[in-house]
């Protein structure tokens, strides 16, 4: 039911000290306990860089660009967002300032200011406030909680706190602050130190904002007294202190804030009678977190692709292997393997002990050969595998050329002259130069066919997943692969474009054109990863190992 937008309540996230501190962790761990007492609740990330959005941003910058279902392309807390709350986002959820300046640019070309002088104060800070509005005004939601990227006291950022301290005037107790920062522990004193904190709310402070809560990020428990000294020197009620302590997982963390009461504090603050509010409903979160800490039984994958060494490259796939795992009782321990070392003379010894490969999405040349090496290498040997978007692209050149006899076979992403043009760009978007317009985004639909393993695993016909891509497999190789064993089984039918591929005489290997560890959640892991799982602890036991 649709409530009135005035009564939407606001709340904001900033952080201070340094970075990485898990703002969008505290966020989407906030956002589940409002939703598990019965509220609607979205999630907004407000970018301070000024590209328009991260698609164009190389993975080691920036972790990896994340899909919504509407297309747009964003920062990785909304798979965050989405996995801990179930519920999808969409472009009106992430706002960068380079988005902020070109629609303000544009309005200005088109003559909407009336000759005014255009200013950070008021034009800047009314796109921003217009666009953290969105969401509220839809009357959707109960609670839009927005996380501020960067800290207090970045050049960036400054136009968003400002308009922080305008919305917090503007709407009174529908709007709340959270600040989040880091109690560094001194190991030669043996001591926690509150003067970081105290010095970032002060820079906070500064520019007419105060905090409502505090959150501390900390190794060790703060004791009562260090929260009345925070307290005292901050403005802030000693039970509006509360601390964040480092977790086995990320998915402990909401569990962990409802320790902390944090839930009843925003409420409280907020004008809620708590006698009125149901208590939060966490039963299935915490099922999860207990069956994924307590599992002892391992199962080995292996994720083959070009920007390992980065934590956050393949973020939402490692954490659909995780939601996989902990549904089929197991932990999943994930090997990284940079492909760009993957050699017909080495591939035995880096992936032998592998249960199951994942051949990663990435776009370009480097590293592409590896990962067809690891290809042929699972193919021959009966190994689960499971390959998305470039993943499944380079299965169908592994194939082309291994099992078809097509050499030269190649992508013309790579090379344009291939005389087998098994992947290759749509007709429509040849044409089309700029980098950040020129991929299929978002949600398609996808027809299934009913012999398929795809079928048995999604138990429906027709799905719909989220694309980041250019280039598509070649129809006109469709049916020299069908003949040799590789079925194409799942179809855009729209578009006729193939969608999903497998090898229907291997245990498990399948290749999809789109990105389903973007649709993986805490109560939902998506079934490819949960299937794909089961295959690889299947392998495992077939080799008479023990789970571990």
């Known amino acids: 039911m649709k409530q009135n937008p005035d009564n939407t309540k606001y709340i904001f996230i900033t952080g201070g000290v340094v970075s990485s501190l898990g703002k969008g962790i505290i966020a989407a761990s906030l956002g589940k306990l409002l939703q598990a007492r019965g509220f609607r609740v979205t999630n907004q990330k407000l970018d301070p860089y000024i590209n328009v959005d991260p698609g164009t941003l190389n993975p080691y910058e920036h972790g990896e660009c994340y899909v919504t279902v509407d297309g747009q392309e964003t920062d990785l807390d909304l798979g965050h967002y989405e996995r801990f709350l179930g519920v999808e986002t969409h472009r009106a959820n992430n706002i960068t300032t380079g988005r902020i300046y070109q629609n303000v640019i544009n309005k200005e070309r088109h003559g909407d200011y009336l000759g ?47 308009s922080v301290r305008q919305l917090k005037w503007e709407k009174g107790k529908n709007c709340l602050i959270i600040h989040l920062t880091y109690v560094p522990f001194i190991a030669a004193a043996k001591e926690l130190k509150t003067k970081p904190t105290q010095h970032s709310v002060k820079a906070l402070q500064e520019q007419g904002v105060q905090p409502d809560i505090l959150v501390l990020r900390t190794e060790y428990n703060i004791s009562a007294e260090m929260r009345k000294k925070v307290a005292l020197f901050c403005n802030i009620e000693p039970e509006a202190v509360l601390q964040s302590i480092d977790a086995s997982t990320i998915y402990r963390v909401p569990l962990n804030m409802q320790a902390e009461k944090l839930d009843e504090v925003v409420l409280s603050k907020m004008g809620f009678d708590l006698r009125q509010v149901p208590q939060a409903d966490m039963n299935d979160w915490t099922s999860f977190v207990e069956k994924l800490e307590n599992a002892t039984d391992e199962v080995t994958i292996g994720l083959v692709g070009k920007y390992v060494q980065l934590q956050d490259a393949y973020l939402s796939i490692t954490e659909s292997l995780t939601h996989a795992g902990a549904y ?26 592998m249960d199951g490969i994942v051949i990663a999405p ?7 050969e590896g990962k067809l090496v690891a290809l042929k290498y699972a193919r021959e040997r009966d190994i689960p595998c499971f390959g998305i978007c470039m993943g499944m692209q380079a299965m169908s050149i592994e194939f082309a050329r291994n099992v078809l006899g097509y050499a030269n076979a190649n992508t013309t992403e790579i090379d344009p002259n291939t005389p087998h043009k098994v992947v290759d760009m749509m007709e429509d978007q040849k044409h089309v130069l700029n980098l950040g317009g020129s991929m299929r985004l978002g949600a398609y639909p996808c027809k299934l066919k009913k012999e398929s393993k795809a079928f048995q695993i999604y138990q429906k016909e027709e799905i719909r997943e989220r694309h980041r891509h250019r280039f598509e497999f070649n129809n006109a190789y469709r049916a020299d692969f069908e003949k040799a064993g590789m079925l194409c089984s799942g179809i855009n039918e729209e578009s006729d474009l193939v969608e999903i591929i497998e090898l229907s ?44």
Not at 121 to 131: L, V
Not at 328 to 349: G, Y
Not at 514 to 537: N, Q
């Open 116 to 162: 005014k002088t255009v200013q950070i104060i008021p034009h800047i800070t009314d796109e921003i406030k217009c666009n953290i509005n969105l969401l509220g005004n839809t009357g959707n939601f109960d609670f839009v909680i927005t996380e501020i990227g960067g800290t207090v006291g970045d050049i960036e950022s400054l136009p968003y706190i400002e």
């Open 328 to 353: 089929n009782n197991r932990k999943v321990k994930i090997v990284k393997v940079l492909s760009d070392n993957i050699t017909n003379e080495n591939v035995e010894k880096k992936l032998q002990k």
């Open 362 to 368: 990435g776009f370009g040349s480097r590293g592409i």
């Open 505 to 548: 005489d291997h245990k498990w290997y399948i290749g999809v054109q789109f990105h389903p560890e973007y649709s993986s959640t805490v109560i939902h892991p998506h079934p490819l990863f949960v299937s794909f799982v089961r295959a690889a602890i299947e392998n495992r036991m077939s080799k008479g190992e023990h789970p571990k």
